[in-house]
């Protein structure tokens, strides 16, 4: 067992604007996070070995002007694919929020159902069926079955989203697939815990089968739309006021953190 801090490279680049957020997430749970332009890891790409974490971090890389996560995509498949094949190799993990979740389906990181990083992308993530951006808090159900990591022993999520581009979609053979092998990490749901069946605003985007985040088939690899650094602390929530009555009334203690944190608790605890 390693005593050292797993070092997280949180990797950041034009209209990337989660990154110190992000990092901060893995600090905070015991992680060695560095914040790298991707112009400076394309300089020095033998860093990327020094790692065992790689972030893709949310925002609007490149702006989105070319469809959400592809120039940032692209900018990965003409410079680093071997070194991020080398990467995935190695006993590692690689965690894509929002816009790197965009990055990493048009990397075809994830789901990578032959699991062998071909560069194909499997999956998309289409404009939301509003046609609007949507910025709100979602409540999210825990796959048991996912293989993923970065869920582990975790059954809901009140955690909040904010894309444009958010509804996942695919063939109807490669769901199928990913429903077989229980890729889908997170699905979303109502305030009872219900499937969202769909339906709008507790599936904020129309989702096929109200799919909010899938892995890899080893688990160590997710990609998910909702953002878990923007709900780690308690007073994040959107109901935090009403909580803080009613622990208070009712003699319970009130936490510091909320439960953004686990996604990342998790990642860190792998590596102990």
């Not at 112009?39 to 790692?51: A, G, K, P, T, V």
């Not at 909010?212 to 878990?228: F, L, T, V, Y």
Request: glycine content about 10%; hydrophobic content about 35%.
């Amino acid at each position: 067992m390693s005593t050292s801090k797993p070092k997280v490279l949180v990797l950041t680049g034009f209209g990337i604007n989660c990154d110190e957020e992000t990092a901060y997430a893995f600090q905070i749970c015991g992680g060695d996070p560095y914040i790298i332009h991707i112009n400076d890891l394309i300089e020095n790409r033998s860093i990327i070995s020094q790692f065992q974490i790689l972030m893709f971090p949310g925002g609007f890389s490149y702006g989105d002007d070319t469809g959400s996560g592809k120039a940032f995509a692209n900018r990965i498949k003409n410079n680093l694919m071997d070194e991020i094949s080398s990467f995935i190799e190695r006993d590692t993990l690689v965690l894509g929020i929002c816009n790197g979740f965009q990055v990493l389906t048009n990397l075809g990181i994830v789901p990578d159902l032959g699991n062998r990083f071909e560069g194909k992308a499997e999956v998309a993530l289409e404009h939301n069926n509003t046609f609007r951006y949507q910025c709100r808090w979602v409540d999210l159900n825990v796959n048991p079955d996912s293989p993923s990591v970065f869920t582990k022993g975790i059954e809901k999520l009140h955690i909040p989203i904010a894309h444009g581009e958010g509804n996942f979609f695919t063939e109807a053979d490669v769901l199928q697939r990913i429903e077989e092998m229980n890729l889908v990490a997170m699905r979303y749901a109502g305030k009872d815990g219900k499937p969202a069946e769909g339906k709008f605003p507790d599936n904020p985007n129309g989702s096929l089968n109200d799919i909010a985040s899938i892995c890899s088939p080893n688990g160590r690899i997710m990609g998910m739309m909702p953002h878990p650094e923007r709900g780690m602390f308690f007073t994040q929530r959107d109901d935090w006021t009403y909580l803080l009555e009613k622990y208070k009334r009712t003699g319970q203690e009130v936490p510091e953190y909320s439960d953004g944190i686990k996604i990342f608790q998790n990642a860190i605890n792998y590596f102990k």
